[in-house]
């Protein structure tokens, strides 16, 4: 059990009509702050997204504050711990979309993809079929390296360096697609959502996202058909499936993802470089 000096870890969005957001961002701030709670949260005229840490009791009344705004009183939350702040300053940002693919068609609150929670997945995944027998095709919203750290086994991973490249590099596989069941999901459920309104947009007839992520599936499963960790944008780098903290870190001075093994290297220096940076050096 997590002890009253353990840091909750919480991270939630949700889309939703949120036209008030220039009114709003200094309450959030002002509370934040009163709670000594410490991560960023984005508000959006789309929505809220949200990763913040404290102790136990802030948390709770932060939560509690912000669903008593009745947009935001079913908000899923997914939560982790770590014995140490995982954050060092607490932002409150004002952006056109809080995760940006450039598609202003794509307006969650008006329909959602259809969701398929963690256990019914891993049900599938162990069949090798989705309930009406068909196939079922898992597909990585992520950058590719968030993906290198961990993913779902054969799974699609098309090493997108941003979310909006996403629309142009699904559209080759629709047709490759066609009969089969396509899961997208991605670290808390975000990029996911948007990922399939997309595609049911465009035409693909049976896609689901992963209800809460790949968090969410840890929290509920486990690891099962998963291989590895999952990259989280904080000091911890990445979880494993128990949702502890791993050895695995990320280069400040290139953002590189580096392994345990890769820090064993000479190039491997806290804060400066890594063996990625002396690559990207070596061929200019």
């Not at 102790?55 to 509690?64: C, G, Q, S, T």
């Amino acid at each position: 059990m997590p002890s009253s000096n353990t840091y909750v870890n919480i991270a939630a969005y949700k889309f939703i009509t949120f036209n008030d957001t220039v009114e709003k961002r200094p309450q959030f701030s002002a509370l934040c702050e009163e709670l000594g709670l410490k991560g960023t949260i984005l508000l959006s005229p789309e929505g809220i997204n949200l990763f913040l840490a404290g102790l136990r009791e802030p948390i709770d009344r932060f939560l509690a504050w912000l669903r008593a705004d009745e947009r935001f009183a079913d908000i899923e939350v997914k939560q982790s711990y770590s014995d140490r702040q995982p954050f060092t300053k607490m932002l409150v940002k004002l952006k056109r979309e809080i995760i940006t693919m450039k598609n202003p068609l794509i307006k969650p609150e008006e329909g959602r993809a259809p969701a398929v929670d963690a256990k019914t997945l891993k049900r599938w995944l162990d069949q090798g079929h989705d309930d009406a027998g068909k196939p079922v095709v898992m597909m990585d919203t992520r950058n590719a390296f968030e993906v290198d750290v961990g993913t779902f086994t054969n799974t699609i991973d098309y090493r997108i360096e941003k979310f909006s490249e996403f629309p142009e590099v699904v559209a080759r596989d629709k047709e490759e697609l066609s009969g089969k069941t396509v899961v997208t999901f991605c670290t808390g459920g975000i990029r996911c959502e948007k990922a399939a309104i997309h595609m049911q947009n465009v035409g693909f007839d049976s896609v689901y996202q992963l209800e809460g992520g790949i968090l969410k599936y840890f929290e509920e499963v486990g690891g099962a058909h998963y291989t590895g960790d999952c990259f989280v944008f904080d000091y911890r780098t990445a979880l494993n499936p128990q949702l502890e903290a791993t050895d695995t870190k990320q280069c400040f001075a290139c953002r590189a993802v580096v392994t345990p093994r890769e820090q064993l290297s000479p190039h491997y220096v806290p804060g400066k470089s890594c063996p990625h940076c002396r690559k990207e050096t070596a061929s200019e």
